[in-house]
């Protein structure tokens, strides 16, 4: 497990920022602005993904950090459940 988490750290840290922002503001917004059950379960599938990346990168990142990516986190499964309720 821990020789897959490296890979995919080196893989995101040699990702571009810009282009990463960009894809998931895309990718958020079709998921907001989606209705009913299908943009429920987009955000949900982004919450999912930005879980994958909190954890991956949770050893290097400060205590604030972690928090304000926690509450993104809880933010998006928060959204993502009313969306389908």
Known sequence: M???QSG???RLA???PTTVFLVT???ALVAFFTPGV???LLTLLLAGAV???LMTTWRVQTPPTRAIRLLV???LVTAGLVKLL
Do not use: E, K, P, Y
Request: net charge positive; hydrophobic share 55%; proline share 0%.
């Open 14 to 16: 040699r990702a571009n």
């Open 73 to 75: 986190l809880t933010l």
């Open 8 to 10: 995919i750290a080196s």
């Open 38 to 40: 299908v943009g429920g």
């Open 2 to 4: 821990q020789r897959t």
């Open 51 to 53: 879980a994958a990346v």
């Open 25 to 27: 503001l895309v990718l």
